[in-house]
């Protein structure tokens, strides 16, 4: 079992930067790529970013350029800074961690993130 723990979530100013950190306990070995989802309300769970465990990102065409993902071995920690904030990023944004032995994906409960001026 993988725990996950999102923290720095909040409100922000349209064009203001924002940086979320998953804290990951338990089984860390079995996890093969990290990432940050997000749901807006009344739309569907999307990707937002992922990183494996060989340092290899992934990104929404829609965070390009502003997002940027993480990765701190020794803290089992995955970051995910967000610059350039419109108020389309608003969204609940949750952690996810996949195991690459049985592809069972764990997930954080979520931490809320409202771009408004």
């Known amino acids: 079992q993988v725990q996950l723990v999102e923290s720095g979530g909040g409100l922000v100013q349209p064009g203001g930067s924002l940086r979320l950190s998953c804290a990951a306990s338990?089984?860390?070995?079995?996890?093969?790529?990290r990432g940050w989802y997000r749901q807006a309300p009344g739309k569907q769970r999307e990707l937002v970013a992922t990183?494996?465990?060989?340092?290899?990102?992934n990104y929404a065409d829609s965070v390009k350029g502003r997002f940027t993902i993480s990765r701190d071995n020794a803290k089992n920690t995955v970051d995910l800074q967000m610059n350039s904030l419109t108020p389309e990023d608003t969204a609940v944004y949750y952690c996810?961690?996949?195991?690459?032995?049985?592809?069972?994906?764990?997930w954080g409960k979520g931490t809320l993130v409202t771009v408004s001026s």
């Open positions: 996810n961690a996949r195991n690459r032995f049985s592809g069972m994906d764990y």
């Open positions: 990183i494996t465990s060989g340092d290899r990102t």
């Open positions: 338990g089984s860390i070995l079995s996890i093969y790529v």
